[in-house]
Structure formats: C-alpha cells, structure tokens
C-alpha cells in the first residue's frame, strides 16, 4: 500500500511538470505559435483527463489517433504550401504518449489505493469489537463472548444471568448534549464499571442499548446489581472545569436468568429483553 501511494505520489510530480513544460512551452517559448498549437495543448488536458480515469493503454491509443491525426494535417499543410516548424510536430508527438502514460499510471495507482480502502473498511466493521464512545465490547464482541459464557454455564453447572440495559429519553439526552455526547457516554460507562465486579462484562449492542453479562450470578444477586446501578444513574454529579456537572439517566433493565430452554445467544438476548418490558 505504501509502495503504491510513494509511486502515484511520484509520477504526480512528473506529471505536473510535464504539464508546465507543455504550457509554457506552447505559450511562450516559440514564437511561431498558431491556432494548432492552442489546439493540441487542449487535447494534450482531454488526454490526460482520459487517462486518469480509464487507463493508460487506452490513454496511449487516444494518443496515436491524436498523433496520426496532427501529422496527417501538416503533412498536407506542408504538401499545399503551409509553413509549419517540424520541431513543434516532434514535441507533441513526444508529450502525448508520455503524458498518458504518467496520468494512466496515476489513475490506475489511485484505483488501486480505493479499492484497498475499500477492502479496510469493510475488514474494519467486521472485526472491530470495541465502542470507541464507552471502551465497553460492542454487539459483535458481546455475541461471541456469551457464547462462550452459555457453554461454560451449562459445561460447569453455575448461574449465567445477563442484563439489558436500555436508556430512556435518548432523544431528549441527545438534544441537551448534542455537543458532548461522547464525554455523556464516558460518565456512564464509567458509572457501571463502579458499580460491578471486575469480572462482569459489560457491551454496548445497540445506540441506547448495553448489555451486562454477570457469570456466577443468579437472578437474585442480579437484581440487587441492578438496583444498584439504578441509584448510580439515577444522579450523577461531575466535577469538570472548576465546576460540578449533573448528569441524569433514566434506564430500564432486563434480567434474565440462563435456563436449559435457551439455546442460543440471539435467544438469550432477547429473553433479557422481554425483560425490559415489565420493569417500572
């Protein structure tokens, strides 16, 4: 990758001053300019505008009909009497091929470079598994933990419950610091790591959405924890900027115990879900 940016970097740079080589060229330093030459140095810009975005062998091609086209004109010039200088046709015969090739080389560099952004992006979204807002596991990490947890849970015979957390007002919070979001979200996340064990994981699935996974944990001792962590979000009180800061969240929790009848992640998130709905 960094080869091929160092490359289209380089021919970029040959590329411009073979363009100010034409222009000043053209401009001023022949005196026998004349309307061909304003001519072949708007098609020598066309060219290259080809071969930046299609490819250098059908840049180079345009080139050769440009060429024999422009040749077949002095030649003809030439045979009825016209007086024009040899050296200009010797120019741009030498500024078509070379300036396509240079812009082709460029187009299909940067092509490349796309295509392998592209390539990052996608490999990015599908293994990254953490929220940059909170530092907590996101949904894909959250899935392939609680898998594990469910066979270790049921391999060793001890109590698996999860938590699903959900903000209220979201919308509303969003409005009031819509500005400050990722520092709102700093303060909660930090707020539930306060109040569990080191051992509790914790994920952020969804917006407004965490997950909690409490392993040796019944539905009992779950729902201590989330009283808890209730009256923790319920009035928090930040001191920032030589100033106490207050930061409300009004949340619902679901528990949900692991039972033999829960088979799968997706069927034990959404039982914990379910939950949500009968907490007041």
């Known amino acids: 990758m960094k080869k091929v940016v160092r490359h289209a970097k380089e021919f970029l740079i040959l590329l411009i001053v073979l363009l100010f080589a034409a222009f000043f060229y053209t401009l001023f330093l022949d ?7 304003y001519i072949m140095f708007g098609l020598f810009m066309v060219n290259l505008v080809i071969a930046v975005f299609s490819s250098a062998t059908f840049a180079l091609v345009v080139s050769a009909f440009i060429i024999f086209a422009y040749g077949s004109i002095i030649m003809y010039q030439n045979v009825v009497g016209a007086n024009i200088s040899l050296k200009l046709n010797y120019v741009w015969i030498g500024l078509f091929p070379v300036g396509a090739f240079l812009a082709g080389y ?3 560099n940067l092509t490349k470079i796309g295509q392998k952004i592209t390539e990052y992006e996608s490999d990015f979204g599908r293994y990254q598994s953490i929220d940059a807002d909170t530092g907590f596991g996101n949904l894909n990490e959250f899935l392939k933990d609680i898998e594990g947890e469910m066979a270790k849970s049921n391999r060793y015979h ?7 957390i959900e903000i209220l007002y979201f919308d509303e919070l969003r409005a ?3 500005d400050e979001m990722d520092k709102v979200f700093k303060i909660l996340s930090q707020a539930l790591i306060n109040r569990m064990r080191v051992e509790d994981n914790k994920y952020r699935v969804g917006e407004k959405t965490f997950a909690i996974v409490l392993p040796y944990t019944n539905i009992d001792g779950a729902m201590i924890l989330k009283e808890r962590i209730k009256e923790e979000l319920l009035q928090l009180t930040v001191y920032e900027e030589n100033m106490y800061k207050s930061f409300k969240f009004e949340i619902k929790i679901g528990l949900k115990e692991l039972e033999a009848t829960i088979e799968t992640p997706i069927k034990f998130k959404a039982a914990a879900e379910r939950e949500i709905e009968y907490d007041v």
Do not use: F
């Open 158 to 164: 001890y109590p698996l419950t999860l938590g699903m």
């Open 106 to 108: 460029i187009g299909e």
């Open 176 to 178: 009031i610091h819509k």
């Open 31 to 37: 005196n026998n300019i004349n309307a061909y030459d």
